[in-house]
Structure formats: C-alpha cells, structure tokens
Antibody
Framework: EVQLVESGGGLVQPGGSLRLSCAAS????????MSWVRQAPGKGLEWVSS????????YYADSVKGRFTISRDNSKNTLYLQMSSLRAEDTAIYYC????????????????WGQGTLVTVSS | QSVLTQPPSVSGAPGQRVTISCTGS?????????AQWYQQLPGTAPKLLIY???NRPSGVPDRFSGSKSGTSASLAITGLQAEDEADYYC???????????FGGGTKLTVL
C-alpha cells in the first residue's frame, strides 16, 4: 500500500524558512517522480514543484521559483521542500504527491497523495 | 484566476447524472495534453479519479467517466450518491507556463 506522510509544517514569520519532508513507503521510491501541491485555506489546488525519480530534473511554479528548493534522498525514501523568503500567500496545506513514472512528463498524473502539512506564514 | 476554468458549483439529486466542465486553451487541453480529474472529499486529500482524459484507476466506480473535446474536458457522474458530495478538480499541463495546472475546483452538492 502506497503511503505518503508529510511533516515539518508550522507557523513561521514572513521572510522566514521552513523545510517540509515526505516519507514514502509501499513502492520503489526512486522509480517515480514526486511533487508538491499546495492548497490555500478555502482555495483550490496549486502545483508547486516536482522532481524526477533520480533527482536530476527539477521543476518549479513561477510563484515559488528562486525561493523554494525540492530535493529527495532515495536512500531514505524521503522527499523534501526547502522553503525560504516565505510570504503570507504561501500559507497553505502542502501535499506530497507521487507521479506515475520515473520522469515528469506532460502526461504526468498525481496518482497518490499524502494527508498534507499546514504551513502558516504570519507575524 | 485559474488557467483551467470550472464552474464553482453543481448539484443534483440522488440517482441523477451531473457533468462538470473544464475549459482550457490552446496551451493546455487544446494543445492535446491529457486531462485528469481529482476528487477531494471534505477534510481529506485529493484522490485521482480519471487520468488520460477517460481512464479510471483501479477501484474507481464506472459511474465516473471523463471525456475531452477541443479545448475542454468533462467529468460525468451517473447514479449520483450522497457520498459523491465533494470538490472536483481538473488538471493538465500548460506549455505557456511550462508546468502542471489545476482548475479552480467545482463543489458538487447532492440534494
């Protein structure tokens, strides 16, 4: 059974930093691309960032480019999102999602999701 | 403002059929990129419902179906049940943004 468990969320001041983690199990982690998708309170879903199975390719939404860094440790079956220069508009539930193949592609689906971790940016 | 446009809400009585539209552009659905659909039950994470325009993952009832035409995609739900009450999101790839995009979401109410 695929399981994705996010952690690391919390309250942070504007301009601060936070690192999210996603522990994966139930599948061969390095065979699949992984992504972060966020959902602001009462709002819709927004794709944030993705990384290929071997970690060699990364992708970012314009809204986070230059401030967020996605990475993975395949020896620990863990996905990360390092967030810096945080803004109020980054407040959201951050979901970890598994891709359907090793590499991100235009056909990529998000086939399994974790339960999310809440990030609140406020003074 | 989402790149993919969905109606904010739809409703139907138990047993009825409802459809949810997802209108894109020549940079996403109209460019031939696949549409996916996700179901988000209240207080839970999204779940993949339809992929590749009209394919259901294992375990998704055949009451759910997807279609695509031109710059739009649609999700149809037949034999509506109370448990179908949820938010539904379409998703595709957008070449102008070089990224994966979601619709704004549609809240389905079962009357």
């Amino acid at each position: 059974e695929v399981q994705l468990v996010e952690s690391g969320g919390g309250l942070v001041q504007p301009g601060g930093s936070l690192r999210l983690s996603c522990a994966a199990s139930g599948f061969t982690f390095n065979n699949y691309a992984m992504s972060w998708v966020r959902q602001a309170p009462g709002k819709g879903l927004e794709w944030v960032s993705s990384i290929s199975g071997r970690g060699g390719s990364t992708y970012y939404a314009d809204s986070v480019k230059g401030r967020f860094t996605i990475s993975r440790d395949n020896s620990k079956n863990t996905l990360y999102l390092q967030m810096s220069s945080l803004r109020a508009e980054d407040t959201a539930i951050y979901y970890c999602a598994k891709g359907g193949a090793r590499d991100m592609a235009t056909t990529t689906t998000f086939d399994y999701w974790g339960q999310g971790t809440l990030v609140t940016v406020s003074s | 403002q989402s790149v993919l446009t969905q109606p904010p809400s739809v409703s139907g009585a138990p047993g009825q059929r409802v459809t949810i539209s997802c209108t894109g552009s020549s940079f996403n659905i109209g460019a031939g990129y696949d549409a996916q659909w996700y179901q988000q039950l209240p207080g839970t994470a999204p779940k993949l419902l339809i992929y590749g325009n009209n394919n259901r993952p294992s375990g998704v009832p055949d009451r759910f179906s997807g279609s695509k035409s031109g710059t739009s995609a649609s999700l149809a739900i037949t034999g509506l049940q109370a448990e179908d009450e949820a938010d539904y999101y379409c998703q595709s790839y957008d070449s102008s943004l070089s990224g994966w995009v979601f619709g704004g979401g549609t809240k389905l109410t079962v009357l």
